[in-house]
């Protein structure tokens, strides 16, 4: 009967891991949002947990495949449109030379215990191509919108509205994991 517990267990530990929860501080995407993987893009909505993504290794300077190994679908009403990226105004985003900023610095700090910079237009995000896009709007947007948050073993993955090429965020890696 041991193994029969220990599926259940992770069967409970999974569906944890994949719940709904609405006071959850951490925020991500957009749940309409697609994530680039090694075959293709996919809604977000359709990954799990053990999902191979790309995320970027900052130590070997390289994008590298990586895995899903938390999520979290949360509702929340701070929802902001970068450029054509939705996601929570205290999500931090990669910009040029691995710097990171969010349209809510204080509530990063607050949420996530990271000191980051104001995200702007003019600002530069890193993509999955190894350019730079320019942000060329930053919109309020109204409402509570669902998202979700996933958590990489590098701590960042690349999300796109489109499946255009993909913007790195980060997955704001909490020390509880």
Do not use: W
Request: include cysteine; glycine fraction near 6%.
């Amino acid at each position: 009967t041991y193994p029969t517990q220990t599926a259940k267990f992770v069967q409970f530990l999974s569906a944890q891991a994949e719940s709904e929860e609405d006071d959850c501080p951490e925020c991500c995407v957009h749940t309409d949002m697609l994530l680039h993987t090694p075959t293709g893009e996919y809604h977000v909505k359709h990954l799990h947990i053990g999902s191979e993504v790309y995320s970027y290794n900052f130590e070997t300077g390289e994008k590298v495949i990586d895995k899903i190994i938390r999520k979290r679908l949360v509702r929340r009403d701070n929802e902001i449109k970068v450029n054509n990226l939705l996601m929570t105004a205290d999500h931090p985003v990669y910009l040029q030379n691995g710097r990171l900023a969010s349209f809510n610095p204080e509530q990063t700090l607050s949420s996530y215990n990271m000191n980051v910079d104001q995200l702007v237009i003019g600002d530069k995000m890193m993509t999955a191509n190894g350019e730079l896009e320019t942000i060329k709007q930053i919109e309020q947007l109204e409402g509570n919108q669902p998202n979700f948050t996933l958590y990489t073993n590098n701590g960042n993955f690349y999300a796109s509205p489109n499946g255009d090429n993909a913007i790195l965020v980060d997955s704001v890696i909490q020390g509880d994991i």
